[in-house]
């Protein structure tokens, strides 16, 4: 009987936390100022202060440049784009371009009205947040599987010393079908 007792004393309680994640996860009216004054919303963390979005700005403003100065000079060389390699390693570039831009973005598409304070510029909403987060996974796993791709390229030339023209009719469309379905 006393356990009894104890659930229904704490069930009001209860009811206001499933009340607050409903009201969180946006099936009730969102009241942001309740959330930005609670206690929770004030934990400063390396992610909502500036040093974490001027080191995701610059670590992904200079991936970036670098995939382009690769593109550059795949396309500047005399062999462009008619090697497997250099088809391969424009890809990749690429994909990383794509990834290297979501990255530099830091917290500039994340939504204006959410509960953590960022010491930083927030200018989004939850659209662009969530296209931020597709082509940072986009681009993340396309980028692993041109790498995936790199590695079999090289055993295939290597190790089973195949011809470039083989590798190009049997195991590169695989390649870039696996790389580029395996995203999302």
């Not at 009001?12 to 099936?27: K, N």
């Not at 963390?45 to 200079?62: A, D, Q």
């Not at 030339?157 to 695989?174: A, D, G, L, N, Q």
Request: net charge positive; hydrophobic share 45%.
């Amino acid at each position: 009987m006393r356990s009894l007792a104890t659930a229904a004393a704490a069930a009001p309680a209860l009811i206001g936390l499933l009340y607050q994640s409903r009201t969180v996860s946006g099936l009730k009216d969102y009241d942001p100022e309740l959330y930005i004054n609670d206690e929770r919303a004030q934990i400063q963390t390396m992610y909502t202060s500036t040093t974490g979005m001027v080191i995701p700005m610059v670590s992904g403003s200079l991936s970036a440049i670098s995939s382009m100065i690769t593109i550059y000079l795949i396309n500047k060389s005399w062999k462009k784009l008619t090697t497997v390699y250099h088809r391969i390693m424009f890809a990749l570039s690429l994909c990383d371009i794509i990834m290297s831009v979501a990255i530099a973005l830091a917290s500039l598409p994340l939504p204006k009205d959410m509960i953590y304070q960022f010491q930083n510029i927030v200018l989004g909403n939850t659209a662009t947040c969530s296209a931020q987060g597709f082509f940072f996974i986009f681009g993340a796993t396309a980028t692993s599987g041109y790498n995936a791709s790199l590695m079999i390229y090289y055993l295939c030339s290597i190790r089973y010393r195949m011809t470039e023209h083989k590798i190009t009719k049997h195991v590169e469309p695989w390649l870039h079908f696996v790389s580029v379905s395996y995203s999302p």
